[in-house]
């Protein structure tokens, strides 16, 4: 029976290469930072979620190494069976305690917590109303939900208030966003999403992945950053970003939420602990994020930095103050020619095309990172007119 799908599969994969829409892996040969190891030689990474530079930080490498020595490899478990330690509660509190709210349950990945999120909350007695441009993990937990489903334009408060209103007659309305949307580094405006939530009494909730360790005052998130965290319902969040880069997740918010997903998430019911050296590792980012504000000060300043210089240098880059930041390109083969030509400057870079990001919208996706010096990013920019010329020749 294979040999009939074979034949398809291999035809869909010549078309996905005919296209230009090839996804390779790259081999990193080392520890990811600013500068990483691969087959041609050392390169400057400009691609990776490593937002405050944590990914090899001495710190968390401690304190994972410890917690190896004290707590073992894995759990072997899951949490209601004889998967939970001591760490796992702390880093539960202390997650709280960052994020301003009232309890936090960990999973083994964002992905996961949004998964089993909408199940185990909303019945076919209700709605949710979600961006057009949220993430797949939260699109395919909607889709394990039997609540109605509402989609609003990206960011467009008067669509979303018009699906409020479409949606008056359901027992409970959950606005589900991204914090901040990671193909175009643009921020969801949640001062204006809690207001309309008042309003049409509402839930919301939101998934800051790309934002918890960084973005705000101090860092504690997009709730912070528009002044609603104490109006967010349920907020979820990785561990394999800025908090250290590696793995896990997390739900949070209020306490009966919460309490309700340990009891019938199935992410969490089915799923091994989170592994101790992780956990300790992730106590160890909040703390290191408590004691200092140097690394959102450089991450900031290397962000500013490189939106200034391109933009002096003529290329599109689509607005904000994200360290995400996509040069637009828009033919995806160029995309990832251009790609190629910044690797061979020894630039790290990946070019991003359909289905990823919409047909035409075809990009190079930079990260900055408090890792990278000024040097760094000057580097990049001067390697980015290079290309572009040897592109034009």
Request: glycine share 10%; net charge negative.
């Amino acid at each position: 029976m294979y040999g009939a799908m074979r034949d398809d599969l291999k035809a869909g994969l010549a078309e996905i290469r005919e296209a230009g829409l090839y996804k390779g892996e790259r081999v990193i040969q080392g520890p990811q930072r600013a500068s990483v190891s691969v087959a041609d030689g050392e390169v400057l990474n400009f691609c990776a979620n490593n937002y405050l530079g944590l990914a090899d930080h001495p710190t968390l490498v401690k304190a994972a190494q410890e917690a190896l020595d004290r707590w073992g490899f894995g759990m072997a478990s899951v949490r209601f069976i004889c998967g939970t330690q001591q760490p796992h509660k702390e880093l539960e509190a202390k997650l709280s305690e960052f994020l301003g709210t009232e309890d936090t349950i960990l999973y083994s990945s964002c992905f996961d917590a949004n998964a089993g999120l909408f199940e185990t909350l909303l019945t076919d007695q209700d709605v949710i109303i979600s961006d057009e441009l949220n993430h797949a993990s939260i699109i395919d937990g909607v889709r394990l939900c039997k609540a109605k489903r509402m989609r609003y334009r990206n960011r467009d408060v008067a669509d979303l208030e018009a699906r409020l209103k479409e949606a008056s007659g359901a027992r409970y309305r959950m606005i589900a966003t991204d914090g901040v949307f990671s193909m175009d580094g643009y921020l969801a405006p949640l001062d204006e999403i809690c207001a309309l939530a008042e309003r049409y009494d509402a839930l919301v909730m939101v998934d800051d992945s790309h934002a918890v360790g960084f973005t705000g005052p101090t860092g504690r998130g997009t709730p912070e950053l528009f002044g609603v965290q104490d109006k967010v319902d349920v907020l979820t969040g990785t561990l394999g970003k800025a908090l250290g880069g590696a793995s896990g997740g997390y739900t949070s918010g209020r306490a009966e939420i919460v309490e309700m997903l340990r009891q019938r998430s199935r992410p969490y019911l089915f799923s091994n602990s989170l592994a101790p050296s992780i956990t300790a590792a992730a106590l160890a980012t909040l703390e290191l994020l408590d004691s200092s504000s140097e690394l959102l000060g450089k991450l900031r300043a290397n962000t500013e930095l490189f939106r200034r210089r391109m933009t002096e240098a003529g290329f599109d880059l689509l607005p904000g103050e994200h360290p995400i930041i996509p040069v637009m390109i828009g033919d995806a083969a160029k995309a990832g020619k251009m790609a190629d030509l910044l690797l061979d400057q020894g630039i790290y870079v990946v070019g991003f095309s359909y289905p990823v990001v919409p047909h035409g919208k075809a990009r190079i996706r930079t990260q900055m990172s408090a890792a990278h010096s000024a040097d760094d990013v000057n580097r990049a920019v001067d390697a980015f007119v290079t290309a572009r010329s040897m592109m034009d020749e």
